[in-house]
């Protein structure tokens, strides 16, 4: 993993997790000896330490902390205002797109707790390709060829619904912006930053010298849609009008203190209904891994409530029997 043209915080290491951790940062040359030894300090004091014994434990901890903002967390506990501005910003807006001043310290203490605890999540895996090839277009066919459908560029308003139910179980994948039916308010994320152009990088890049912290160039990390052998990279030349631009409201929940609380669990008061999504609530932020996480964590409710639910679906299918008996004997 590259942090800047002139830093690095590299994690290769012949022994993995915690010592390839400890190794990157104690021979990166982004901080220097004093800032290193006031980080290591803050980081002995916090819960990664218990998680490397105790994660169940360690994640209490951390869950805990989310009232605090990671700045304040980590200056109290010794740390240095430039391991922030050097290192642990670029990091924190990598995650939730805030500063460290504005992001929770569970947030960042629970990406340090599954970096300590498991070696392969210092690393940063790129799709060869289109999502649509590699990672959406799979899922989407493995749903359509078993009679699932997808309704595309169609908004969601409200939910409709009637005394009986044609299903047993309904779960809800909502974006962020449409779940204000739920009554949980949402917290504004600051905006888009601007990327500034960058030119010669030879792999996934974290900066602290930039708007924007994260690069890559796809042409490497991604060849197969964007590099052919023998023509070079695809060049996509893109115009903007400043008059003509689209805003993005709410894109991800914000990872700020006191926000976690907020998120809807995944099981709802109505028996049959769940929600997924990875702004519901779970310990990783609003990503990706998040929103696998909220899945997995959705079906275990399903399979919870598995007795419950075949009650309920004979409930329904005797109300449903009992309502055709009058119709039956008026055509009679």
Known sequence: MTLSLDAELDFRFPVGAPLHGINAFLTTNQLKTYDKARNAVALALSPVVKALVDPDGAMKDIRDLDSISFSDWFLSKGGTR????????PVAYALGFIDCDNISARCMLTIFSLFATKTEASLLRMLKGSPDVYLSGPIRNYI???GGRFHLRWGCREILYEKSA???????????????????????????????????????????????SCFADLALTSPEDYYTKGQGSLLQL???????????????????????????????????????GSYTKQD??????????SGRLASAYICDAGEELVALQKKLAAIGSQQQIPDELSLA
């Open 166 to 212: 044609e299903g047993e179980i309904y779960v809800t994948g909502l974006a962020m912006s449409k779940i204000q039916w739920l009554g949980h308010g949402v917290a504004g994320v600051e905006r888009s930053r601007q990327l500034r152009q960058a030119v010669g990088l030879d792999n996934l890049l974290y900066t602290p010298d930039a708007d924007f």
């Open 144 to 146: 359509t060829k078993r």
């Open 284 to 293: 990783y932020i609003d990503s990706m891994e998040g929103a696998t996480l």
């Open 82 to 89: 430039t391991s922030i501005e050097r290192m642990w910003g």
């Open 238 to 276: 893109l115009k903007f009008h400043s008059h003509h631009h689209h805003t993005f409201n709410l894109p991800v929940l914000s990872a700020g203190p006191v926000k976690d609380p907020f998120r809807p669990d995944q099981k709802t008061p109505i028996k049959n209904f769940f929600l997924a």
